[in-house]
């Protein structure tokens, strides 16, 4: 599984790359706002030169010429960046026309399993159903995930199924059983993915026994503290 860090915010880009397992980076108008963006380009160009896999930008036409117009100046960034196009009529339309052209299309706003089904037929490169939006609304994310696995898997769509608007650890783990290709998700959620009470509580207990050990051996003439005077007692 994949992992793409959802976020403008450059600092947060740069620390989840520094772990190693960053595979992208998605962000929308509103992480844009978040950060105060002024030059979205400059900034788009910044993020893919900290992350070399996929950047998901998005587009703000809603309408099928311009959505093309902006998807294309934003392709000519950078070789990662990654068109993200809203999941409505004139959008599939571009994404038809992207795909065409070989720009990389994130099909954004999926709350169903139909929408998906006609953006992998557009060509879609990711389609991304937003799994936290449907949970607050009393319905169930991670249902629109398997089922889009399920129908992507039984014709054979390349597009890949990138879980979006992740809350928490046990959404990205239920992306994972579910056979999603991608996760998106926020810094403090990557960071809680490896973080358990027992390891902490096991790794203090190795260290402070180390630690001991060390004050046991220092306060023992001969190096090998009592266990070698047991030894050589015993020899
Ligand atoms: C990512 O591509 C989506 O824009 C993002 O995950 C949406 O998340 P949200 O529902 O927390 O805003």
New binding site residues.
């Given amino acids: 599984m994949k992992f793409f860090i959802?976020t403008a915010v450059l600092d947060e880009i740069r620390e989840a790359a520094d772990m190693g397992v960053l595979d992208g980076v998605?962000t929308?108008p509103?992480l844009m706002k978040k950060v105060g963006v002024k030059d979205f380009h400059g900034h788009i160009a910044t993020i893919c030169d900290i992350v070399p896999g996929p950047v998901?930008a998005e587009v703000t036409a809603t309408d099928v010429d311009g959505i093309l117009s902006e998807g294309r100046e934003l392709a000519q960034i950078a070789d990662n960046v990654v068109v993200?196009v809203p999941l409505i009529l004139d959008g599939i339309k571009a994404i038809k026309q992207f795909s065409e052209e070989g720009i990389q299309t994130n099909c954004?706003l999926c709350f169903s399993p139909t929408q998906a089904l006609v953006a992998a037929k557009a060509g879609a490169t990711y389609i991304?159903p937003?799994i936290?939006?449907l949970d607050d609304i009393s319905s169930n994310g991670m249902d629109l995930i398997r089922q889009i696995v399920h129908i992507y898997a039984t014709y054979g769509y390349t597009t890949e199924v990138l879980a979006?608007?992740?809350?928490h650890p046990m959404h990205v783990v239920e992306s994972a059983e579910a056979g999603a290709d991608v996760g998106?998700m926020p810094l403090d959620v990557i960071k809680k993915l490896i973080q358990h009470p027992l390891t902490d509580i096991g790794l203090k207990k190795f260290l402070d026994d180390w630690k001991a050990l060390q004050g046991a051996d220092a306060s023992t003439a001969g190096g090998d503290g009592a266990a070698n005077g047991k030894a050589k007692q015993e020899a």
């Fill in positions: 959802d998605t929308n509103s998901s993200k954004t991304s937003f936290g939006r979006a608007s992740i809350r998106t």
